[in-house]
């Protein structure tokens, strides 16, 4: 069954700290990973997209992972910001196909960045 | 704009009534979607469109829940006898082809069955 699990499920950190956000596929066969922004009220927003091949991307304060092996992404965000409060999902795309359900979305991680 | 649109952005209704939420696409995106979200969770697949016809309904619950694109631009996700498990945010999303390229979301309709 294709699944995307994140962990944790909330967080709490103070501005100006790093926190790392965890996500396990087990989404076949792999065509890309992307994380996406949600904030409230909003519809969710690509930050990064991860092929196959690729390691590590980053955007600006954020740098995603993936170990296409053990089948794992992480998110990591530097330097937190207020604005970086939102809920974080990760989304795993299968490849082939022209059916609808070809996202597999996460559960979410909602991230709160205190002052 | 140069977004998804997707309006009303909130809906109250109660048990048993119609309801119709419109999407805009992004124009030229030939792909369109509708998911249902709910709360804390990730979006969940209804339907597809590729133009103007339903290439994948399969996520749709029950007959309870239409939509349409009979342009191939504009969408229409209609929903009957409503019920309070109905309660959810609607989210859009169009891509330029579909298959794998980027979904790009609106921000949603938040659907409230009294």
């Known amino acids: 069954k294709n699944q995307v699990e994140q962990s944790p499920q909330s967080l709490i950190i103070l501005e100006g700290k790093n926190c790392t956000l965890q996500c396990n596929y087990t989404v076949s066969p792999f065509s890309n990973l992307r994380w996406y922004k949600q904030d409230t009220g909003r519809g969710p927003v690509s930050l990064t997209i991860m092929t196959f091949s690729e390691n590590t991307k980053s955007n600006g304060r954020y740098t995603a992972t993936l170990d296409a092996d053990t089948k794992q992404s992480s998110l990591h965000i530097t330097a937190s910001q207020l604005s970086d409060s939102a809920s974080y999902i990760c989304?795993?795309?299968?490849?082939?196909?022209?059916?609808?359900?070809?996202?597999?979305f996460g559960g979410g991680t909602r991230l709160m960045v205190k002052p | 704009g140069a977004g998804v649109s997707q309006t009303p952005s909130n809906k109250v209704t109660e048990k048993g009534k119609y309801v119709e939420l419109r999407c805009d696409p992004i124009s030229g995106h030939t792909a369109l979607y509708w998911y249902r979200q709910s709360l804390g969770q990730g979006p969940e697949f209804l339907i597809y469109f590729q133009g103007t016809g339903a290439a994948d309904d399969s996520g749709l619950p029950n007959d309870r829940f239409f939509a349409v694109r009979p342009e191939g631009s504009v969408s229409t996700l209609k929903i009957q006898r409503t019920e309070r498990g109905d309660s959810a945010v609607y989210l859009c999303a169009s891509s330029f082809s579909g298959g794998d390229r980027e979904q790009f979301f609106g921000p949603g309709t938040r659907l409230t069955v009294l």
């Open positions: 989304v795993v795309t299968r490849k082939g196909g022209n059916a609808g359900n070809m996202l597999t």
